[in-house]
T-cell receptor, first 116, second 114 residues
Framework: DQQVKQNSPSLSVQEGRISILNCDYT??????FLWYKKYPAEGPTFLIS?????DKNEDGRFTVFLNKSAKHLSLHIVPSQPGDSAVYFC???????????????FGKGTRLHILP | DSGVTQTPKHLITATGQRVTLRCSPR?????VYWYQQSLDQGLQFLIQ???????AKGNILERFSAQQFPDLHSELNLSSLELGDSALYFC?????????????FGPGTRLTVL
């Protein structure tokens, strides 16, 4: 049973436009969410995170939005640049709950192509 | 360069064999994580160690085991290998092992089981 789902395996966006990557989760106990970016032949790198007490976190061109009622989060990249072409993994964990589970559950990833 | 090193980069072996993957965390990081990335499963958390002790366990098969040594490097042992174990195995490290710590990933070891 997939607790973290990224339903779009790939996404193509024109350079300079907004890229929106989506992620859904099923476990209502998840309270901490992360996005990782992965280039070919490299390990994933941390991009941005958000805790469940917030609904938005921004870092430069990257903004993550969290909709707890819909169990949905999204990563917005604006403007998109060629170097943003990579695989993006959404991840979730239970952190703030007593007796928490420290496991981070990753989605299967979305491959983002930025078109010139 | 994340500062996390993994050896070997590639490993080709046969079914039924046993292999050991090695990970050296970033200097000063106390926690090590192991992940498996296969084509259809994305990144799957296997196990976490913190300062030599097992901290959290994920979808790690009984044929797999890991340990973290006093110098904080970690090894993932995979035995009785099956074709389905072919995957990329990533190690990551973080400072204290808290979920909110940034995890820094190594470049991975690609395991091919023939």
């Amino acid at each position: 049973d997939q607790q973290v789902k990224q339903n779009s395996p790939s996404l193509s966006v024109q350079e300079g436009r907004i890229s929106i990557l989506n992620c859904d989760y099923t476990n209502s106990m998840f309270d901490y969410f992360l996005w990782y970016k992965k280039y070919p032949a490299e390990g994933p790198t941390f991009l941005i995170s958000i805790s469940s007490i917030k609904d938005k976190n921004e870092d430069g061109r990257f903004t993550v939005f969290l909709n707890k009622s819909a169990k949905h989060l999204s990563l917005h990249i604006v403007p998109s640049q060629p170097g943003d072409s990579a695989v993006y993994f959404c991840a979730a964990s239970e952190f703030f709950r007593p007796g928490r589970d420290d496991k981070i559950i990753f989605g299967k990833g979305t491959r983002l192509h930025i078109l010139p | 360069d994340s500062g996390v090193t993994q050896t070997p980069k590639h490993l080709i072996t046969a079914t039924g064999q046993r292999v050991t993957l090695r990970c050296s965390p970033r200097s000063g990081d106390l926690s090590v994580y192991w992940y498996q990335q296969s084509l259809d499963q994305g990144l799957q958390f296997l196990i976490q160690y913190y300062n030599g002790e097992e901290r959290a366990k994920g979808n790690i098969l009984e044929r797999f085991s890991a340990q973290q040594f006093p110098d904080l490097h970690s090894e993932l042992n995979l035995s009785s290998l099956e074709l389905g174990d072919s995957a990329l195995y990533f190690c990551a490290s973080s400072a204290q092992g808290e979920t909110t710590d940034t995890q820094y990933f190594g470049p991975g070891t690609r395991l091919t089981v023939l």
